[in-house]
Nanobody
């Protein structure tokens, strides 16, 4: 049974930081491309950052320079360090694992940026 379990969301003031974690089980983690997506109310789900199995990272323009994605294959975990958070970063953040035709999603974790 495949599980992706996100944690680390919460309420933070503008300019603050959060670190999201996504722990994977039931998959051979190291061969999967791992990504973070987010979805704000009324908006489509959008890609925030990805980290391929080959070690390449990619970011949405809106988060470049503020967010950092990383992975620890020994712990089957992918992280998203979010700094200088803005109210427009408020969304549910989802972890995604993809390898060829197999795609898995976590249940999501809420991030709210507000004073």
């Amino acid at each position: 049974q495949v599980q992706l379990v996100e944690s680390g969301g919460g309420l933070v003031q503008p300019g603050g930081s959060l670190r999201l974690s996504c722990a994977a089980s039931g998959i051979r983690f190291s061969i999967y491309d791992m990504s973070w997506y987010r979805q704000a109310p009324g908006n489509q789900r959008e890609l925030v950052a990805s980290f391929t199995r080959g070690g390449l990272s990619n970011y949405a323009d809106s988060v470049k320079g503020r967010f950092t994605i990383s992975r620890d294959n020994a712990k089957n975990t992918v992280y998203l360090q979010m700094n200088s958070l803005k109210p427009e970063d408020t969304a549910v953040y989802y972890c995604n694992a993809k390898f060829m035709g197999s795609v898995y999603w976590g249940q999501g974790t809420q991030v709210t940026v507000s004073s």
